[in-house]
């Protein structure tokens, strides 16, 4: 048994409790480069690095004495010629015809050693990685959002010259065009030689272009107020809304039979105000330029669709959802051609038109959310009108701002009894 | 070619009356035929074309729905019959953008006025227009 221990592979030596080397194996010789008889009666320090030898002291031997043996201890052993040798030792202190001795038994773990670096130099590699990918991810981010920022100010430059052209031409005509016929009426009224009748036509005349430009300069008041007011956005319910503007309408035109149809309305993230304003004047516009019938039916449709949310960076895309609400009337109509140019301050087409007012608003109250406007008709085949918002509003995409959409019946009508 | 007539084109009412008013005032023997917008006034010139019965001045305002001023004047210079016809802008817009591009094709540019009796003189001006092609 003894001679197979000799030859065993493994590093097997015995030391006193003084530290002096009692035996060695053959396998630890020819490992070190040492003979047997070269390290008996020597301190196994021979063969230990410099580093072993202080946790040898410090550790290791400690270790033995207290619990009497120690496992899996990793030290570096040196070879006579100065090579190293990585080794897992085993200790024992037992005591062998009544003298304390230290067994140790060591394998070389060269791969051990190999694969420990690997995984050390992978873990790193995986650390540099991942931080790398996190600070790209976030790079992506930041760039995300400056696009979107972008578009916005872009999107916002573009309305804001449009509104600049528009309130030139509302100093240059529309506010001058009233003063000027004040003006023109009051001088004439002046003259000594009108008649009674002729007078009070003038004075009716002038009462009524006061009225206008008071109307007109209220309007702009509305207009600027819609420009400049923070948007306050809150869970709109919609079908609450039209309610509601069905009983104000109802209120405010007893001749008419107003009735609003609406199927299923998602609740969307607005500004309840705004939103007030815009279906108001669409509504009233549908009583305004109804038919001789004295009816007015309105039908209110809606529908989530995914669209882009840039407008002006071209090759630029992030789809977010969208509410398309459409309001359907049975009016008088309009010409397809002049749909464009029912959005612009003050355009008025005709005599029923109200103060020219009404749709710009809605139009800033579209843009104001991020949306859109558009109004399609024929005459004699009533007014579409389509108004496209998002359902959050821009940046709030995360919070769960909404209510689950409110289960009402499919088809909600909503009827004034006149 | 023409008759005495002077084509109004105008959509405010109140304007359409202080001509009428400046007409009967210095007791014109022209005839006014008003119309609201240029869409209008262009369906009457096509009308009265065929008849050789086109008016002796067209008087235009410039902001108007459904067709403009500056819109219907491009339209009766496309046209060569109506093209004979001389052109009046009368509008109370004071844009110098507007007053600069009329200018430059020899359109005389009149700023409505705010007395009567400026408005006299100018339908007396009109009256003087009528008939004479600048060009």
């Not at chain 1, 790193?124 to 578009?151: C, I, P, W």
């Not at chain 1, 009674?196 to 272009?209: A, N, P, Q, S, Y």
């Not at chain 1, 995914?306 to 071209?314: A, C, D, M, R």
């Not at chain 2, 093209?83 to 009368?90: L, N």
Request: charge should be negative; include cysteine; hydrophobic fraction near 40%.
């Amino acid at each position: 048994m003894e001679s197979y221990v000799q030859h065993a592979p493994c590093l097997f030596f015995v030391t006193s409790d003084n530290g002096t080397l009692l035996d060695v194996n053959d396998y630890l010789c020819e490992s070190l480069q040492y003979s047997r008889r070269e390290l008996l009666g020597l301190k196994p320090d021979v063969f230990f690095s410099v580093a072993t030898r202080i946790f040898q002291q410090t550790h290791f031997y400690p270790l033995l004495k207290m619990q009497g043996h120690a496992e899996e201890i990793y030290l570096t052993l040196l070879t006579k010629d100065g090579g190293q040798l990585p080794v897992l030792i085993n200790a024992e202190r037992k005591v062998l015809e009544g003298e304390a001795v230290n067994l140790h038994v060591g394998i070389v773990v060269h791969n051990r050693k190999k694969f420990e670096d690997e995984l050390i130099a992978a873990k790193k590699s995986a650390e540099a990685a991942l931080h790398e990918n996190s600070a790209l991810l976030q790079a992506k981010q930041e760039l995300q959002r400056h696009s979107e920022e972008l578009d916005r100010q872009i999107q916002l430059v573009y309305t804001q010259n449009e509104e600049l052209k528009q309130f030139g031409r509302v100093v240059t005509h529309d506010m001058q065009e009233p003063l000027r016929k004040l003006s023109v009426f009051a001088d004439l009224l002046q003259q000594h030689d009108r008649s009674e009748t002729e007078t009070d036509r003038l004075m009716e005349k002038i009462g009524r272009i006061t009225q206008q430009l008071k109307a007109l300069l209220s309007g702009l008041q509305q207009y600027v107020w819609l420009t400049e007011t923070p948007l306050v956005p809150s869970a709109v319910d919609l079908s609450r809304l039209l309610l509601e503007m069905q009983q104000q309408l109802a209120d405010e035109h007893k001749d008419v039979q107003v009735r609003i149809e609406a199927s299923t309305l998602q609740p969307l993230a607005a500004d309840l105000k705004q939103m007030r304003l815009l279906f108001y004047e669409i509504l009233s516009n549908a009583i305004r330029f109804r038919r001789e019938t004295g009816k007015v039916y309105v039908a209110v449709s809606a529908e989530t669709l995914h669209l882009n949310q840039f407008h002006s960076l071209e090759g630029k895309y992030k789809f977010v959802e969208f509410i398309r609400i459409q309001v359907k009337d049975q009016g008088i109509g309009l010409p397809q051609a002049y749909t464009g140019q029912v959005f612009e301050l003050f355009k008025r087409f005709d005599a029923k038109s109200g103060r020219g007012i009404g749709l710009s608003l809605c139009k800033q109250v579209v843009n104001n959310h991020g949306g859109s406007i558009t109004l399609e008709s024929e005459p004699g085949e009533g007014t579409l009108v389509t108004i496209v918002l998002p359902l959050h509003p821009r940046g709030e995409e995360a919070k769960p701002a909404l209510e689950p959409p409110q289960t009402i019946s499919n088809k909600t009508s909503y009827a004034n009894d006149v | 070619m023409c008759s005495k007539t002077i084509l109004f084109v105008e959509d405010d009412e109140d304007d359409r009356d202080l001509l009428s008013m400046a007409i009967q005032e210095i007791n014109a023997s022209a005839k006014l035929v008003f119309m609201e917008n240029g869409l209008r006034a262009l369906e009457y010139l096509n009308g009265v074309k065929q008849a050789s019965q086109l008016p002796c001045l067209i008087v235009l305002d410039l902001n108007m729905p459904f067709l403009d001023g500056k819109e219907t004047y491009q339209k009766i210079k496309e046209d060569l019959q109506l093209d004979e016809v001389p052109v009046v802008i009368f509008t109370s817009s004071s844009n110098p953008n507007d007053r600069e591009l009329f200018s430059r094709q020899g359109v005389e540019f009149i700023t409505k006025p705010d007395n009567f009796s400026m408005m006299n003189t100018i339908v007396v001006h009109m009256l003087d227009l009528c008939g004479k092609h600048p060009n």
